[in-house]
């Protein structure tokens, strides 16, 4: 396994229309082996931080099985607009796709998959406030639609939230993977960008982050 520091503004793989992404670089992090690695999941292009790769076949089965089972911690940091009501809670909303125009996007659906976020406030500013995702269920753009569904969505999202001239407040801070049995699970934890640090100076948040 590797976890790399995905950076914002750039795809993990390369979509219909091509372009840059991070799948055309893996063949430099083969370390040894006959082929690259590969993703074991994926982050939306503007979402920075931990990203998982399987080196080799074996090791991309055990990876996507834990995902699957929701076995593998993840903890995504967010600026978003406006505070939440408490200090935290679980969003529980069920999502489906928007429509078939839109590709990836999501909607809240009834009817949709089950989809569960747990969420706290780290600190708070007088329009913005800083709190930590964690998503119990790995549905597509999960965060960003369960966030704008409560009233709080995340900052510079384009599509679920006003978007603007700040680009997405999204950071995948640590990821926690039971690799070996008896042992403590892999902890990796990614290091807060300078494009999130000045963010969060701007509205006005004072964090624990480092």
């Given at each position: 396994m590797l976890v790399i520091d995905k950076p914002a503004g750039i795809a993990v793989h390369r979509g219909p229309k091509g372009g840059a992404n991070l799948e055309a670089s893996f063949h430099w992090l083969r370390f040894g082996l006959p082929r690259s690695p590969a993703l074991a999941h994926r982050l939306d292009r503007d979402t920075s931080g931990c990203l998982v790769l399987g080196r080799h076949h074996k090791a991309l089965e055990k990876l996507g099985l834990l995902f699957k089972q929701g076995k593998i911690g993840k903890t995504y940091v967010a600026i978003v607009n406006e505070r939440p009501e408490a200090e935290e809670g679980?969003?529980?909303l069920p999502l489906g796709r928007r429509d078939e125009t839109r590709g990836w996007w999501m909607k809240v659906d009834p009817a949709g998959q089950p989809s569960?976020?747990?969420w706290r406030i780290l600190a708070e500013g007088a329009a913005h406030t800083l709190l930590a995702l964690t998503p119990l269920t790995g549905r597509t753009h999960q965060l960003r639609v369960h966030c704008a569904a409560m009233?709080?969505?995340?900052?510079?999202?384009?599509?679920?939230?006003?978007?603007?001239?700040?680009?997405?407040?999204?950071?995948?801070r640590t990821i926690e993977v039971p690799l070996y049995k008896n042992k403590e699970p892999v902890r990796v934890e990614a290091p807060i960008p300078d494009s999130f640090r000045l963010a969060l100076e701007n509205c006005g948040l004072q964090s624990l982050l480092v």
């Open positions: 679980l969003i529980d569960q976020t747990r009233g709080f969505p995340i900052l510079g999202d384009p599509i679920y939230g006003e978007g603007g001239a700040i680009p997405l407040q999204l950071h995948a």
